[in-house]
């Protein structure tokens, strides 16, 4: 298959503007096409990632990408899929997010060779635009009714959108114009939601550089899963690419919990596996879904993209240590990722550690009695050791890099004793 072939194999191409154009642009040379994104927090989520894949399947097919952070329309906010009005941030908190923004997407390209991967940042030529020039180089070119027409602005009439956010797909179209002129960027990719904001560069270019400009769009389809519920939402919040925010023994979770049903779409659109790879994985899900190989196959691959192999490797470690109950042989760090979300007890400095009265204090088991029969019939596990003895008291043996005791009631309650 070719490039686009793949994409339609992969169900990653939602709308294009001229479907025979791009497949002869892209046959006839090596094509510099961007994708960007706002900086609208100090981090991505995995509902970001999509679009910069796909622009990284183009860099492996042999184009360029162009990677574009927003620090300038950042500062305005788009309207698509708003209900209302962003909240402004500072100058600070904008150029502080570009450049965490920067560097989670330097991990996904290669910046080397002939297409090499190229970051920008559109605060570098709209940054300096004066009102004057914006106007009359721009706002010229743009009808009132043609920008009344888009449904990012149509939705929002009746509950009211500002002049600033009403400006934001002309800003948008600079940014096309711009790497047009200078790049000879020929193609924009993106989320489905930004359709308008690509058309409206594409008529920026023919208008500015004649009928004769040859450019293009393609967007991509929102995930979704199929149980209806969104994609990339945990009981937690948001799935980030930020490890001091999702960990990677989290991020790790959340794609091997994926669905049989939404497995082998998540292996196409999200994972660089060939389609024979793809294909003997989604075999496996309907022949012996028990093994979980694919869940394990996408798992690995997005944690390996976002985190690293070191990063994968403590994740596996984890997850194998708490199956198996052994956690005595992780490291404090490996407890933190691993236990994030469990309950925990910081005992006093002079509380005396017997272990029924932990139970008790730590509110593992509800009573004395019921901590003393947990602990004969064997449920209690200290740091995956079972302890049967009823007068026995937690020592600074039991205690992983003297920071945690991990005890376990029956199969799966854990609770983390931390010391202070």
Not at 45 to 50: A, K, M, R, S, V
Not at 143 to 163: E, H, P, Q, V, W
Not at 227 to 242: I, S
Not at 375 to 394: H, M, Q, W
Request: hydrophobic share 35%; charged share 25%.
């Amino acid at each position: 298959m070719d490039l686009l072939q793949d994409l339609q194999w992969r169900g990653i191409i939602y709308q294009q503007t001229d479907e025979e154009g791009l497949k002869e642009q892209l046959q006839k040379e090596a094509t510099a096409l961007y994708c960007g994104v706002d900086p609208t927090a100090d981090s991505m989520h995995i509902g970001h990632l999509l679009p910069f894949l796909t622009l990284r399947r183009f860099q492996k097919a042999g184009h360029k990408p162009i990677i574009l952070v927003g620090g300038a329309t950042g500062m305005i906010g788009d309207p698509s899929g708003k209900t209302q009005e962003r909240q402004l941030q500072s100058v600070e908190a904008i150029q502080h997010n570009v450049k965490c923004l920067q560097k989670q997407l330097e991990r996904i390209f290669d910046f080397d060779g002939e297409n090499g991967a190229v970051m920008t940042n559109n605060y570098d030529w709209i940054g300096s635009l004066d009102m004057i020039t914006f106007l009359r180089d721009y706002g010229k070119h743009i009808g009132i009714n043609y920008m009344l027409a888009k449904d990012t602005i149509a939705s929002r009439l009746d509950t009211g959108i500002s002049f600033t956010e009403f400006t934001y797909t002309i800003l948008q179209a600079i940014d096309f114009k711009h790497l047009y002129e200078n790049f000879n960027c020929k193609i924009q990719l993106g989320g489905s939601d930004q359709w308008g904001n690509i058309i409206t560069g594409l008529d920026l270019i023919r208008k500015t550089q004649g009928e004769g400009a040859k450019a293009y769009g393609l967007t991509i389809p929102l995930v979704t899963k199929s149980d209806g519920t969104k994609f990339g939402k945990t009981e937690g919040g948001a799935v980030w690419l930020d490890a001091e925010k999702t960990t990677p023994y989290e991020f790790y979770q959340f794609w091997i919990n994926t669905a049989d049903q939404d497995v082998v779409n998540y292996l196409k659109i999200f994972t660089f596996l060939s389609k024979e790879e793809i294909e003997a994985l989604e075999a496996s899900v309907e022949t012996e879904p028990h093994l979980r190989k694919a869940q394990k196959a996408l798992a690995e691959e997005m944690t390996r993209l976002v985190h690293g192999q070191e990063a994968l490797d403590k994740a596996i470690n984890i997850t194998q240590a708490l199956f198996s109950g052994n956690v005595k042989e992780l490291s404090a760090n490996d407890i933190k990722q691993g236990f994030k979300d469990v309950p925990s007890y910081v005992p006093a400095a002079d509380e005396e550690l017997s272990l029924v009265e932990v139970l008790v204090n730590a509110k593992i088991s509800p009573s004395k009695r019921q901590a003393r029969e947990d602990i004969t019939n064997g449920a209690i596990s200290i740091n995956g050791d079972k302890v049967t003895d009823l007068s026995y008291v937690l020592s600074v043996d039991d205690r992983i890099e003297d920071q945690f005791t991990v005890i376990r009631r029956g199969k799966k309650k854990y609770t983390l004793i931390q010391y202070v």
